[in-house]
């Protein structure tokens, strides 16, 4: 049996540096609306976060704490999308037509609300489902 | 604007992601599939007869109007051709039920057989030239995994070929877009027409045409097609039907749409050249056909000649030349569709894709032979089969342009397609009967319909024109005059 290999000092970091990963990429997510970022680049970190968790610890134990199936996220973002776009045809607007208004929200006062926003989240879906299912098909393959 | 535009497209994409979902349901996963495919070819004569009401039917996506946004325009050409995709994708979905195997079917065959369709009707139709890469990309990519399925040695080795050869034209088709957009400053298909219509055709907008024909021609099968004999004859029979009908066809649209529409300018150069690409293509198609004895290699020989014979009429470039393009391009789709599926059954029934070793199938399947029998005379142009309009409004329009020798070409090429298909047809259905129902290697069962399907619409259209002449008419005059299609695309809008 091979012995269990010393990373104290990456397992270390990746707890810290995945939670950064992960608060950057949701903050990079919201920022999309106005300024750079965005469903496509919020998603690609989200995906390179999970990616440093596969790499520290195995395959196995992600998988068991955190049970998704890629392949499903990918798809199921791709539906929200078109879902999001179809929205606008239920007004009798043209497709992908996009609505957005303000409204008081009780914690954080005056919010503007966007249908994009959904849209948006569709595609980090899928860029998240796809990068990752990627990721581990390559690394599942035997030489 | 028309929201009705936007299903043919996004159907069968939600459909195809559904089935993601849904990954073991398999038998749902086959009711749906049919579902879409006919509900897509009924929105597709609703939006024909809305175009023959009210003229060409667009759909400015998310209210962006042209040339800003990105749309859908539907022409009367390209929703004959989406109609003509959902019929056939509708008998190969029902042919793929019992070819195409459980464990192609567990790895999302129906959704990719979808996804292909939405790229396929999203390139009909689309009014942006980068929308247009991008619905490539889409039927590309599943074409790329419909082909290496299954795994098997010979597809890999094809999909290796495939999928290099389309890359690299897909770089190309990339490098026009960004010519054209550094020249006109726009990438909307009728901007582009007018902007190109102002400034005059010089040649570097005409070598940029050419870099489209060869981008194009390469997925059309058109003289630069050695790699498609081999990877079209990889994949299983509902597969490959799907490519031979479709894929190329997709290209020649893309070709027709550009040559008519934009480079419409300098016919002495870039439809010359289209005809003499095409007469090449038909003559070095012929010469394939003729010399294998391979029953999958004759077949998708036989697709290269159809899409030459299409592009000749194009090359003409006159009323008659495109009239009967339209209606060839409509029956070649039909009847490839037709005749690989029969070859596949009749690979499937012997077990062996060499001509020598089969015979006398028609003593046990009659019906088959006579199917097969049909096909090939409709896919020779005899009367009354749906091919033979087609042949004589093209080859009136060669000749009517002065392109004698296209035209001739053409004809030849015809015989060459009737020795091909005749030769199938007499060591595959006549001679002494060498398997007995019982050792054949599988059965006819649930196959015949939709070939029968098929070939009812081939003696159709060839017997009842009327039927869809108008409509085809209707595509002609769009197509012969962009004006139509830039004036519906910009809908009273000032064109900036």
């Known amino acids: 049996m091979k012995p269990e290999p010393n990373d104290v000092v990456l397992h270390t ?53 955190l049970p998704i199936d890629y392949k ?59 990068a990752i299912t990627i990721i581990t098909s390559i690394s599942e393959d035997e030489l | ?20 979902l849904l990954r073991n349901h398999i038998r749902l996963q086959r009711v749906i599939s049919v579902v879409v495919l006919g509900v897509v070819a009924g929105i597709s004569i609703a939006i024909m007869n809305q175009i023959s009401v009210n003229g060409i039917q667009t759909l400015q996506l998310g209210g962006w109007q042209a040339p800003f946004g990105i749309g859908l325009v539907a022409d009367m050409f390209s929703m004959l ?9 509708f008998c190969c979905v029902i042919f793929s039920f019992r070819t195409i195997g459980k464990e192609r079917e567990r790895h999302y065959f ?107 021609g390469i997925k059309a099968g058109l003289f630069l097609f050695y790699w498609l004999p081999g990877s079209y004859s990889a994949p299983p029979t509902a597969v490959s039907a799907l490519f031979a009908a479709l894929l190329t066809k997709v290209g020649i649209y893309a070709i027709i749409r550009m040559y008519t529409l934009v480079f419409y300018h300098e016919p002495q150069i870039t439809h010359l050249l289209l005809g003499i690409l095409a007469a090449l293509t038909m003559i070095l198609g012929g010469i394939g056909a003729v010399a294998y004895s391979d029953i999958n290699k004759i077949l998708t020989y036989n697709v290269i000649i159809g899409a030459g ?46 001509l020598k070793e089969m015979s006398g199938l028609i003593r046990n399947h009659p019906y088959l032979g006579w199917m097969f029998f049909i096909g090939s005379l409709s896919l020779i142009g005899i009367p009354p089969l749906s091919g033979f309009i087609g042949k004589v409004f093209v080859t009136r329009g060669t000749f009517e342009a002065g392109y004698y020798w296209l035209g001739f070409i053409g004809l030849i090429a ?53 039927i869809i002449n108008s409509y085809v008419e209707t595509a002609v005059e769009g197509l012969m005059n962009p004006q139509i299609y830039i004036d519906a695309v910009f809908g009273g809008n000032e064109i900036p």
Do not use: C
């Open chain 1, 72 to 130: 499903k996220m990918a798809a199921l973002g791709v539906l929200i999308s078109v879902a999001t776009g179809m929205g606008g045809m239920i007004y009798g607007d043209n497709f992908l037509e996009q609505a957005f208004g303000y409204f008081d929200l009780p914690v954080f006062g005056e919010t503007e609300l966007a249908t994009a926003v959904l849209f948006d989240i569709g595609v980090a879906f899928a860029v998240i489902g796809t």
């Open chain 2, 81 to 89: 051709l989406v109609l003509t995709t959902s019929i056939i994708a």
């Open chain 2, 414 to 466: 015809s015989l060459m397609i009737l020795y091909s298909v005749m030769k199938i047809f007499m060591n595959a259905f006549w001679g002494e009967t060498v398997l007995s129902e019982e050792e054949e290697k599988g059965t006819t069962k649930g196959v015949m319909v939709p070939i029968a399907l098929l070939t009812a619409l081939t003696i159709a259209l060839g017997i009842g024109p009327e």
């Open chain 2, 110 to 216: 129906y959704s990719l057989f979808l996804f292909l369709i939405t790229g396929v009707n999203g390139s009909f139709m689309t009014g942006d030239l980068f929308n247009l890469y991008v619905f490539f990309e889409v039927l590309l990519l599943a074409s790329y995994v419909l082909v290496s399925l299954g795994g098997t040695k010979i597809q890999l080795r094809e999909t290796m070929k495939y999928v290099i050869i389309n890359v690299l034209s897909s770089a190309f088709f990339l490098v026009g877009i960004a010519y054209i957009y550094s020249i006109t400053g726009t990438l909307n298909l009728a901007h582009i027409s007018v902007r190109i219509a102002e400034a005059g055709q010089d040649g570097f907008i005409t070598t940029i045409a050419i870099l489209f024909l060869l981008v194009f």
């Open chain 2, 1 to 20: 604007m028309n929201n009705l535009l936007i299903w043919p497209v996004i159907l069968p994409l939600i459909a195809g992601l559904l089935f993601i």
């Open chain 1, 13 to 65: 970091v990746t707890k810290l540096a995945a939670v950064i990963i992960f608060t950057f990429s949701i903050d990079l997510f919201w920022a999309g609306h106005h300024f750079p970022g965005g469903g496509f680049i919020g998603g690609l970190t989200t995906a390179a976060g999970i990616v440093l968790l596969y790499l520290s610890f195995d395959i196995e134990r992600i998988q068991t704490n």
């Open chain 2, 309 to 354: 014979f299409i592009l000749a009429g194009i090359a003409a470039f006159t009323e008659n030349g495109a009239l009967g393009s339209i209606y060839y391009l409509i029956h070649d789709m039909i009847v490839k569709a037709l005749i690989f599926l029969i070859g596949g059954v009749i690979v499937y029934l012997t077990g062996t894709t060499t």
